[in-house]
Every structure is written in structure tokens, then in C-alpha cells.
């Protein structure tokens, strides 16, 4: 399993003592041009690469998630499914396309609870079956907006030092590309999804996307959702001057990066890890009793499926599947565009007939247990999968500014933070992280 040495230590004070979290780390269930939420039943608009239940298909519904026999998330208890666009290497010289493999997925679990004394500090665990976006098929970028910044980018240099951007780094990234967007973390409390996918979410109120109190409009805080997809740039030769990669829109630029997400949790099981894990968790889920039942590392790792979609999507490829044109404008421009067929399931996982009928109601079970983990007391910590270093037992460390980071910011001091010990620790061949 991965293993984190992050010094996350800083960032879990920031806010409330209990403001804990813990990681998922995902390998690829698979890459195929389906998007469930935004064209159920249908081949999508671009390829994605997908993590999660292997109950993903051309349509879902929380049973057919949940009723799938494995995830690739490591603790079975979750069977959601997430997807992101995929990123290809563009070859100039030849004008090919060959799709960029993803090294892992990280979801971050953030519990964030509001901060006003009229809110209730209650994080709630997702609601069976709800769905929702991040990000957006953007050509501009507004700094002010919650949304735009909610998507953005690190290039990983763990010896020179990673940078974060809010567009494709213009350089090679000696260690990879991380890109990395937020959930919307306030719900409406009613539906589970909207026509657009996201006005039944809303980001806190403020102008960070991953943290503050919610809006009267959507008044429930549900746990902080926070993706970063580490593909691995570093595998390709680039030639100076060029925009070398391309996500599958079609885009150069990073601005159309996004993410989806359906929840097909065990809600009790997440509830409960909510109300009992306090601490920082890393990927030592196994110090979180609620989860320790369905850890299967095993299953995670052997978890895959089978593509749907009939059409050729590694490369080197001619054109984008979908024909979607370089840069991105959102319409396909080929000659006499053919939509691939989609082949039926053969895995058997796919019984249960999608009908997402279900209408759930959210958890309300008590709020954040006090339960300490123990504090870690070396500046340098273990290098095991089961760090858990407390947060609630050693003084407030506040940084200057009264602003909480956003996740991705405080990713990327993390990893800044990092860069000075990582060095010593690179011949560790087990560290693949940041
Ligand atoms: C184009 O370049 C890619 C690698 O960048 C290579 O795999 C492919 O074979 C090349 N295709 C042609 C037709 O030369
Ligand atoms: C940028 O976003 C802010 C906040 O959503 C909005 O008020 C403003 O009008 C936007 N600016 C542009 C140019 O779209
Ligand atoms: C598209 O179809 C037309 C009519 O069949 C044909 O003449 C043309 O060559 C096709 N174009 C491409 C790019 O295949
Ligand atoms: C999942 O179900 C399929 C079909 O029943 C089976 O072939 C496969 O081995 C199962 N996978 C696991 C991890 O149990």
C-alpha cells in the first residue's frame, strides 16, 4: 500500500480540534469514454479514467454500486464511483495520442465542520446515492470564483520542489502531475442530483472552496471531498516548446478539469467513521475501527473491469476519441463522426438493473466523538501505514494568516514542507507519494 510520510500536522489545527481526515488511495478500475451522470446510457463526450465500484457502467444506481463484488478503494465499505477526464500525451512530430497512465488516486476525506455558533458542528456522511460535479468545462479562469478554484495543478519535483498552478504547468514535471479539485461540501438536504449536477451542492460560503459554513440555501455540511489524480508525465519524452499533453476534451490548457462522484457508501459505516475517527488518518484506515471490517487491499488491487465502449483509447491515436479537436472548443469536428458501440457487461457484476430509486435521508447520528488518537510527538513521522497523529491533544498551532488554506494549497505547503526530508528517504522504494 502507499505509504505517506506527510506532515499534515499543521493543517488539521487550522480549524476545530476535530477538523480530521483521512485518504483512499486508488489504483484505475479502468479508462473509457462513459459518464454515467452527464450521459447515462450513452457514449461520452470524452474519455475518463474511473475509480471505484466495479459496478461502473454506461448508467449506475446506488445498488448497482453497492451490489458490485469489489472497489478499488481499500476500504470495501465504499463503493462509490468517481471519474475524471484522462490525459493524453500529444505528440507534435507525429500528431499522435497516447493516453498518460495514472500512478493512484488519493480521496481525501476532510471533515470540515462550520464555525459559527448558530451552525451545527455535525459533518454528515453523503446520502445513499448522491451525485455530483466538480469543475466545469471552462475556457476562462476567475480567480474569485469558488468553482474555478476549486480545480488546480502541482508539478512534482520532489528534489527542486513541486509548484502548484491553476493551469497545466508549462515545464516537465520530473515526478508526475498532480491534478487536484474539490467538492462541493453543502447539500440542499432534498435531491440527490440536479439537472446540472450541481445546484443541489454548494461550496461553504467565502472564498475558499473547502471551508466555511454553508448557505442557508444548502444547510448541510457533508464531509469535504478532495481529488488528486497523479498521472504520470514523467513516463513521456517532451519536446521543449510545445503543449506536450491534452486532457481527452481536448484541452491544453487544464481549465476543463473536473470530476464526478456517486455515493454508494455503507452511510452507517461512513457515519460512524465520521463521528469516531478524529484524527489524521493518512492511508492508516486500519486505525479507524468502523472500517477495519471491510479493509481489503487484495480486492482493491485486483479490482478492474473490462472496457464498454468498442474503440481504441491508449494510442498512439490520430485523433481524440470523440474527435474532439486540440485546442478544446466543446465540439467535435470530425468528418462523418461514428459513435462506437457499447459493448454489453460480461463480468456479471452488473445485475442489478440501475433504477436509482433511492431516496435516502441523511444520517443523524451524533456528532464528532472526542476519541485522541495519540499524538505524534516526532517532527519526522513513522513510516508506516498506520501514522495516525493526533490532533486534538497537543496545542492550536495557528499559522499568520487567519485564512484556512484550501486542501490543495495546503497540499502543496505539504509537500514543499516535504521536499527537505524527502531526500533523504528517496532510495526508499516504497514511497511513491507527493
Ligand atoms: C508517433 O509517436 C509516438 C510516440 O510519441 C509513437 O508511439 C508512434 O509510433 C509514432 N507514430 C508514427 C506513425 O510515427
Ligand atoms: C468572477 O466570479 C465572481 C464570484 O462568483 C463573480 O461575482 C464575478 O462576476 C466573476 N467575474 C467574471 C468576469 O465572470
Ligand atoms: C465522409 O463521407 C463522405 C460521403 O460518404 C465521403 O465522401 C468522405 O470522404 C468522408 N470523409 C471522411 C473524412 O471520411
Ligand atoms: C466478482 O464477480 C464476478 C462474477 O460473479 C467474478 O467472476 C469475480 O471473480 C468476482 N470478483 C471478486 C473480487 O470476487
Not at 442530483?193 to 460560503?205: A, V
Amino acid at each position: 500500500m502507499l505509504l505517506h510520510i506527510l506532515n499534515f500536522a499543521f493543517f488539521s489545527l487550522l480549524f476545530v480540534p476535530t477538523n480530521a481526515w483521512w485518504i483512499l488511495a486508488h489504483d484505475s478500475l479502468t479508462q473509457d469514454r462513459l459518464d454515467p451522470i452527464v450521459t447515462p446510457g450513452e457514449v461520452a463526450y470524452h474519455v475518463h479514467n474511473v475509480i471505484g465500484s466495479s459496478g461502473f457502467g454506461p448508467t449506475v444506481s446506488t445498488e448497482s454500486l453497492q451490489d458490485a463484488n469489489c472497489t478499488t478503494a481499500p476500504v470495501q465499505a465504499d463503493k462509490s464511483a468517481y471519474w475524471a477526464p484522462q490525459l493524453y500525451h500529444h505528440d507534435h512530430e507525429n500528431g499522435t495520442f497516447t493516453l498518460v497512465p495514472i500512478q493512484y488516486v488519493q480521496t481525501y476525506y476532510l471533515q470540515r465542520p462550520q464555525s459559527s455558533a448558530d451552525k451545527s458542528q455535525e459533518v454528515k456522511a453523503f446520502p445513499a446515492g448522491l451525485r455530483m460535479l466538480a469543475g466545469a468545462l471552462r475556457t476562462s479562469y476567475n480567480a474569485s470564483n469558488q468553482e474555478d478554484r476549486a480545480v488546480n495543478f502541482v508539478c512534482l519535483d520532489y528534489d527542486g520542489g513541486s509548484s502548484q498552478s491553476d493551469q497545466l504547468p508549462d515545464k516537465s514535471c520530473p515526478d508526475g502531475l498532480r491534478a487536484q479539485v474539490v467538492f462541493p461540501s453543502c447539500w440542499d438536504s432534498v435531491n440527490l442530483d440536479s439537472e446540472d449536477h450541481k445546484s443541489h451542492m454548494s461550496y461553504p460560503l467565502g472564498t475558499v472552496p473547502d471551508s466555511g459554513d454553508c448557505p442557508d440555501s444548502h444547510p448541510v455540511k457533508v464531509i469535504q471531498l478532495f481529488h488528486e489524480w497523479i498521472f504520470e508525465t514523467n513516463k513521456f519524452e517532451l519536446e521543449p516548446g510545445v503543449k506536450d499533453f491534452v486532457f481527452a476534451t481536448g484541452d491544453e490548457t487544464g481549465l476543463t478539469f473536473h470530476a464526478d462522484f456517486v455515493s454508494a457508501w455503507d452511510v452507517d459505516v461512513l457515519q460512524a467513521a465520521i463521528d469516531q475517527c478524529t484524527g489524521s488518518l493518512f492511508n492508516g484506515v486500519e486505525n479507524c475501527p468502523p472500517f477495519v471490517a471491510s479493509i481489503d487491499e487484495e480486492i482493491a488491487k485486483s479490482c478492474k473491469i473490462a472496457r464498454r465502449v468498442e474503440e481504441e483509447i491508449d494510442g498512439p491515436l490520430t485523433v481524440l476519441p470523440g474527435c474532439n479537436p486540440v485546442p478544446y472548443t466543446g465540439e467535435a469536428t470530425c468528418e462523418n463522426l461514428t459513435t462506437p458501440a457499447i459493448k454489453d457487461y460480461t463480468g456479471g457484476d452488473e445485475s442489478a438493473q440501475p433504477t436509482d430509486s433511492a431516496v435516502s435521508t441523511v444520517a443523524t447520528s451524533a456528532s464528532a466523538s472526542s476519541a485522541t488518537p495519540a499524538a505524534s510527538t516526532s517532527s519526522d513521522p513513522p513510516l508506516s501505514v498506520s501514522v495516525s497523529i493526533g490532533v486534538t491533544t497537543s496545542p492550536p498551532v495557528l499559522l499568520a494568516s487567519t485564512a484556512s488554506p484550501t486542501a490543495s494549497e495546503t497540499s502543496s505547503w505539504t509537500c514543499s514542507k516535504m521536499q527537505k526530508k524527502r531526500t533523504k528517504k528517496r532510495h526508499h522504494a516504497i514511497l511513491q507519494h507527493h
